[in-house]
């Protein structure tokens, strides 16, 4: 499906628009969770609603924008676009810190972003339309034109990488996550967690990887030791925090760290596994900021100290909690159990290290999730406000039921999703098999 | 001079005209009518920008050749006349609200547009001279013109010192490069040039005397001493309008001088350009970060753009000069227009333009408000505005022409600038507002804002037309 009209003709950019195995699921998740992020700020925004609805549908926009882009000037336009309205719903409806929140997630996003655009410039001066015989952004042709030298590729995988790796946010870059995620506005979270982080990771399968594999192939093993130590270093540091929002989100910098070293295992299973732990992320992680959402809005402290004993007042928020927090784990029959088996496989097949440490990552994440859940559902209520917490409503829980539906599905039946992802990522595998890397081949994994 | 001649200046003319009548108007209705003037003066700009846009450039050379009548010219022309109009347009709150009643005050502006309009189409280094001379005259008068404010003195005679100081260099550049080569035309050094098979000591000289000049217009690092004082001193129209018009104008020069009749000897002064322009765009850049007074800020952020458009003469490509024009066009709307925000907003201040004073702005006056986030938006270079195509073009020109590293320090300078406008966003919209703030909107004003606002986003969004335009016109 592809959607191709001129726009600027006399630089050669092209609103140029398509969908493929890798970017359909992540558009269904975008949409999916913009509408389920309104349905749960329809009681919880007061102010200015107007622009809230504004900013969000503006913000939606540029996520589509960027995973559905085949031009590499829209992937840029929109990459920036959508920065705007993610700054005004953190600096706008946030928390209390929210302005050094919003301020500080702009300017890490746009530092990568510029570099970004010096290799996309690099890029439209080395790619040449043979129709018109002029320089061009189109995506495709970028990609099939894309044999540079392999210092050349090091710079520009570079380039591309340090925007991604921002997004993504891939240890050491990711300060400004815990901030951001922690300030913005529930739905805000769930977005900044569900779909723009994915957006860095989606650039890693989109770009570095189909147009730089040589570099890609020399930057794995820094990757995924960085991914490595993310997983284990977002666990730990999830552990001890004292704050809810602040927990889920650390535990976002650990499950980014898998999906990255299941894209930079450079095998089936590992990208398979990676591109569905993109949508498991999104479905759960956005799960669980909606449920801290919840009590958020009744106590309006998201101090898991503040807490105790809530399963006995909420005992229907309790069970989906435990639903929710379990697929996060990956426990079977849950969406995650699905995406790390086959990232586990994926790395142990590209190197048993990997493999043995990133193991090690899933049980801590059973330790910090499960841990939270027990002082913050179980033993006494110690504070008297927590006595008379309303359960959790219909209106509110509808949108996780709907997340929990999906999660169980993945984890019992995920063959529709995965049969429409291989075939892409199996084309951005060939690269890699391909003759012309014969030299290479004593570093590819089997 | 035939008829063709008064024709193809008739835009100049025009201005003239109209800065003779701003002053007959003013003696004769100011007692009754105080927009009379001003009236005058915005009609009179704006039936000049149009005359210029739609005469069609039969020749591209009038007054036996002293005189650029290309595309170029006019694109500049209408600038200039849009940038007078809409300063005009800001001028009579301000005026009426710090107590200014000069009547040559409109007449002055006039003026210097018309010198401006003098250095676009100049052909000739002597009447490009003449033109800067024009505009600077007017401008030290207007800078002083708050005669009661010490800070508006003291940069009304450091603009003098150094704009004459800088005339002077430009002077003994031009008479060394009449020495060198035998000629002030343009057209004749470019071509003596390309023929010479090197160029003597005395041109060289002249050249870099004549980048010293240059470097003092545009407030190049290290030769921008005077501009924070002058742009923070000077009444806040005069502000927007040196920080738009009078860059512009010497940037249409600089374009013109050294982008095209001295291509040829470029091995002697792009190494330099690039240094001058690393250095002006970072500390434009890191000065603004620590600036409390928006005025200020925004004198600091037009270094830095400075710094950007240089990048554009060190390309040195037709794309590259199209590139700038588009830039120059597309500043020309947010800057302009964030002053004149700034200017309504305080009306009622003591004019310290701190940040403090924009508290909550954007909740009380929402078209303000968003008018303000757009320019602040379009300063940093964030698409869909006309501030990111002017940075995309000019960087873009910079790699085709194989100046990667310069293009890289460029747009990591934009990601520090971001911080800076930012902070105004956010300010405005982040913060509560504080105190009394009622203010007045007159409907012109309003209307001027909001139309440059929505042609920053249709540029951002349609850039094509214009640049095509630009590149047709570029000489």
């Excluded at chain 2, 009643?101 to 003026?111: K, N, T, V």
């Excluded at chain 2, 322009?277 to 500390?283: E, Q």
Aim: proline share 3%; hydrophobic share 55%.
């Amino acid at each position: 499906m592809v959607e191709k009209l001129h726009w600027i003709p006399s630089i050669g950019a092209e609103w140029h628009l398509g969908v493929d195995g890798i970017s359909l699921f992540l558009l269904v998740l975008t949409t999916l969770l913009t509408v389920l992020c309104l349905l749960a700020s329809w009681h919880t925004i007061h102010e200015r609603v107007q622009e809230y609805h504004f900013f969000f549908l503006l913000l939606e926009a540029g996520m589509i924008g960027v995973f559905a882009a085949l031009d590499l000037f829209v992937f840029y336009v929109m990459w920036e676009v959508m920065l705007v309205p993610m700054f005004f719903l953190i600096g706008v409806w946030g928390g209390q810190r929210r302005l050094y929140a919003t301020i500080k997630f702009f300017l890490f996003t746009m530092a990568g972003s510029v570099l970004m655009l010096a290799g996309i410039l690099y890029m439209y001066f080395h790619t040449v339309d043979p129709e018109t015989g002029r320089n061009t952004f189109n995506l495709l042709l970028a990609t099939s034109q894309s044999n540079y030298a392999i210092d050349v590729q090091r710079w520009l995988f570079l380039a591309f990488g340090l925007a991604f790796a921002i997004k993504v946010p891939l240890f050491p870059l990711h300060t400004w996550l815990p901030d951001a995620h922690t300030e913005a506005p529930t739905a805000g979270s769930v977005i900044l967690a569900g779909v723009l982080l994915k957006m860095g990771t989606y650039g890693f399968l989109r770009f570095c990887l189909p147009m730089f594999p040589q570099a890609t192939l020399e930057f794995v093993p820094w990757i995924s030791w960085l991914s490595l130590i993310g997983i284990t270093y977002g666990a730990l540091v999830a552990m001890v925090q004292k704050d809810m929002k602040k927990l889920v989100a650390y535990s976002s910098v650990a499950h980014l760290g898998f999906v990255m070293l299941g894209t930079f295992a450079l095998n089936q299973q590992g990208l398979t596994g990676s591109l569905l732990q993109q949508i498991n992320h999104g479905i759960s992680t956005g799960a669980l900021f909606l449920l801290v959402g919840v009590v958020y809005e009744r106590r309006h402290t998201r101090i898991i100290a503040d807490y105790g004993g809530v399963a006995k007042v909420m005992p229907v928020y309790a069970a989906l909690f435990m639903i929710v927090a379990l697929s996060s784990i990956g426990l079977p029959i849950t969406n995650g159990f699905v995406g790390e088996f086959l990232i586990l496989m994926g790395a142990f097949a590209s190197n048993k290290l990997y493999g043995v440490i990133a193991t090690s990552g899933v049980i801590l994440a059973a330790v910090y999730l499960l841990w939270m859940y027990q002082r913050v559902f179980y033993g006494q209520i110690v504070h008297e406000e927590n006595s008379k917490l309303r359960d959790i409503t219909l209106f509110e829980a509808a949108p996780i039921l709907v997340l929990i539906v999906l999660a169980i599905w993945i984890g019992v039946y995920p063959d529709p999703i995965l049969a429409r992802m291989e075939p892409s990522l199996q084309l951005l595998l060939e690269k890699f098999q391909q003759g012309e890397f014969s030299q290479l081949q004593g570093v590819l994994p089997r | 001079m035939n008829l063709n001649d008064v024709m193809g200046v008739l835009p100049e003319l025009i201005v003239i005209l109209t800065a003779l009548i701003a002053i007959i108007v003013d003696v004769a209705a100011r007692e009754r009518n105080a927009s009379a003037s001003q009236g005058v003066t915005v009609l009179g700009l704006l039936v000049a920008g149009v005359v210029a846009i739609a005469s069609p450039a039969e020749t591209a050379m009038l007054m036996s050749g002293q005189v650029f009548n290309d595309g170029f010219a006019s694109w500049f022309r209408a600038l200039f006349c849009a940038i007078g109009a809409m300063t005009a347009v800001f001028s009579l709150v301000y005026l009426k609200h710090r107590n200014i009643r000069l009547g040559e005050y409109y007449s002055l502006l006039a003026m210097c547009v018309f010198g401006m309009m003098v250095m676009g189409s100049a052909a000739n280094l002597l009447l490009f001279f003449v033109g800067l001379e024009t505009m600077s005259i007017s401008l030290y008068v207007l800078v002083g013109l708050r005669r009661d404010d010490s800070g508006s003195v003291e940069g009304s005679l450091k603009y003098l010192v150094l704009g004459a100081f800088s005339s002077a260099f430009l002077l003994y550049g031009m008479a060394l490069i009449y020495g060198g080569i035998g000629s002030l035309e343009y057209v004749v050094i470019g071509d003596a040039l390309r023929d010479s098979t090197g160029i003597g000591p005395m041109t060289v000289t002249g050249i870099g005397l004549l980048l010293v000049g240059f470097a003092f217009k545009i407030s190049a690092v290290p030769f921008h001493f005077w501009s924070p004082d002058v742009y923070e001193g000077a009444p806040t129209t005069i502000t927007a309008f040196m920080s738009t018009g009078a860059k512009a104008a010497a940037f249409v020069g600089l374009i013109r001088v050294f982008g095209i009749a001295l291509a040829e000897t470029n091995e002697h002064w792009v190494g330099v350009l690039t240094v001058l322009s690393i250095v002006t765009m970072t500390l434009g850049n890191v000065s603004a970060l620590r600036q409390t007074s928006v005025k200020r800020m925004l004198a600091y952020s037009s270094i830095a753009h400075a710094g950007y458009l240089l990048v554009g003469i060190v390309a040195g490509s037709k794309a590259a000069f199209a590139a700038s024009g588009f830039y120059l066009i597309g500043y020309a709307l947010m800057n302009l227009g964030a002053f004149g925000v700034l200017i309504l907003l305080n009306q009622r201040g003591k004019g310290d333009y701190s940040i403090d004073s924009l508290r909550g702005m954007g909740t009380v006056h929402p078209v303000l408000g968003l008018t303000m986030a757009i320019f602040m938006l379009s300063l940093i270079g964030i698409p869909p505005t006309a501030g990111f195509f002017g940075k995309l073009f000019v960087f873009s020109a910079a790699i085709e022409r194989g100046h990667l590293l310069l293009a890289i320090i460029g747009l990591l300078n934009s990601a520090v600038a971001a911080y800076y406008y930012l902070r105004v966003i956010s300010t405005m919209y982040m913060a509560k507002p504080e105190g009394d703030v009622a203010i007045t909107e007159p409907m012109g004003y309003k209307v001027a804002l909001v139309i440059s606002s929505i042609l920053i986003i249709v540029l951002g969004m349609f850039p094509d037309q214009l640049v095509a335009a630009l590149l047709k016109a570029v000489p």
